[in-house]
Nanobody, 126 residues
Framework: QVRLVESGGGLVQSGGSLTLSCAAS????????MGWFRQAPGKEREFVLA????????SYADSVKGRFTMSRDNAKNTVYLQMNSLKPEDTAIYYC???????????????????WGQGTQVTVSS
C-alpha cells in the first residue's frame, strides 16, 4: 500500500509562488510516476501536471504551462509542485497521485492512478 501526504498549501496573493510537497511511503519510490490534480469549488477534479521520470515523459495542462513545474527527491520520497505566477483561478484543493510507471499510459488520466493523497488547499487572492 502506498500512502501519499500533501503539504505546503495556503493563501497567496495573485502573482505569487507556492511549492507543494507530496511525501510517499513506498520502498521503490523511483519506480513511480507522479501526478498532480486539482479540484476547484463546484467543479470536477482536473489534471494539472504529471511526470514519468523513467519514461522521460511530462504532461502539463495548458492552463499551467510555463508557470508550474514538478521535481522529485528520491532520497526523501517526495515530489514537489512549484507554482509560480499564481492566479485566482488556480484556487483549488491539490491532490498528488501515483502509480508504478509501467502501469501508466496516459499521464493526464485520473483513472490511471491507483494512489491518492488527501489534498491540500491552495487559495490565491486577487
Amino acid at each position: 500500500q502506498v500512502r501519499l501526504v500533501e503539504s505546503g498549501g495556503g493563501l497567496v496573493q495573485s502573482g505569487g509562488s507556492l511549492t507543494l510537497s507530496c511525501a510517499a511511503s513506498v520502498r521503490t519510490f523511483s519506480s513511480y510516476a507522479m501526478g498532480w490534480f486539482r479540484q476547484a469549488p463546484g467543479k470536477e477534479r482536473e489534471f494539472v501536471l504529471a511526470k514519468s521520470w523513467r519514461g522521460g515523459r511530462t504532461s502539463y495542462a495548458d492552463s499551467v504551462k510555463g508557470r508550474f513545474t514538478m521535481s522529485r527527491d528520491n532520497a526523501k520520497n517526495t515530489v514537489y509542485l512549484q507554482m509560480n505566477s499564481l492566479k485566482p483561478e488556480d484556487t483549488a484543493i491539490y491532490y498528488c497521485a501515483a502509480n508504478v510507471e509501467q502501469s501508466l499510459s496516459q499521464l493526464s488520466r485520473e483513472d490511471e492512478y491507483d494512489y491518492w493523497g488527501q489534498g491540500t488547499q491552495v487559495t490565491v487572492s486577487s
